[in-house]
C-alpha cells in the first residue's frame, strides 16, 4: 500500500491522467515498503511503450511541485534507467496508474 492520503493518492492520480494519459505510474521506494518519514518522497518511474518526452517530464514535474501534496515527488522514465535499477524496482513496487490498455 502506498502511504498517501486518499485525497493526496486523488490529487497524483489526476496529475498523471492529465499529463501522461495512458502510461503506467509505478510507485516504489520507501513510501510503498513501509519506512517513509512524514517529509518522504514518493518516487515513480513512468512506464510507456517508449521513452517518454522530455516535456511531458517537466510538465509533470511543475505540476506535482504546484499541487497541495505535501511532499516531493520523484519522477523518472523507465526506459531511462539501468536494467539494474529495474529490477530493483520489480522487487517492490505497486501500480498507481495502469496503463491504457488496462482500463
Not at 502510461?23 to 510503498?32: L, N, T, W
Not at 504546484?66 to 520489480?90: A, C, G, M, N, Y
Amino acid at each position: 500500500m502506498i502511504n498517501a492520503t486518499p485525497e493526496q493518492l486523488r490529487i497524483i492520480s489526476a496529475i498523471l491522467a492529465v499529463h501522461a494519459p495512458g502510461v503506467e505510474a509505478r510507485a516504489f521506494g520507501s513510501r510503498v515498503n513501509g519506512s517513509p518519514k512524514n517529509y518522504s518522497d514518493l518516487d515513480l518511474a513512468l512506464v510507456g511503450a517508449a521513452k517518454l518526452d522530455s516535456a511531458v517530464i517537466g510538465n509533470l514535474r511543475e505540476a506535482f511541485e504546484e499541487s497541495d501534496i505535501p511532499f516531493r515527488v520523484d519522477i523518472i522514465d523507465w526506459h531511462s534507467i539501468s536494467k539494474e535499477f529495474q529490477t530493483i524496482i520489480l522487487n517492490k513496487y505497486e501500480v498507481l496508474a495502469p496503463p491504457a490498455n488496462t482500463i
